[in-house]
């Protein structure tokens, strides 16, 4: 449990406005890139995280699906918080 993610960008993958879910991808500093999928409703919610298979995993090292970004998903839904990073990537 030694990685430690540093969110650099967030871009949205796409939305359904009217129930209030969203899709973003979550670039980290290291490279690795994540879908993470939001609701909004009543608040921001992180429902699901995996990785996008462009980069072998930071943790695991696997270049095919594995289940270890599961275990920072607290870690980066608070660094999307902290940095505000919802309100930018849903104003561009
Ligand atoms: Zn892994």
């Known amino acids: 449990m030694s990685y430690r993610p540093s ?3 967030v871009t949205k993958a796409g939305s359904n406005e ?3 879910l969203y899709e973003f991808i979550v670039k980290m500093a290291d490279g690795t890139e994540c879908r993470v999928f939001y609701s909004r409703n009543p608040q921001w919610r992180l429902t699901n995280i995996s990785r996008l298979q462009k980069t ?3 943790v695991c090292r696997k270049d095919f699906i594995c289940k270890c970004m599961d275990s920072f998903s607290d870690a980066i839904g608070r660094q999307l918080e902290e940095g505000q990073w919802f309100e930018k990537a849903l104003a561009e």
Do not use: R, T
Request: charged share 35%; hydrophobic share 10%; proline share 22%.
């Open 7 to 9: 969110v650099e960008n």
């Open 56 to 58: 072998p995993c930071p």
């Open 18 to 20: 009217k129930d209030g």
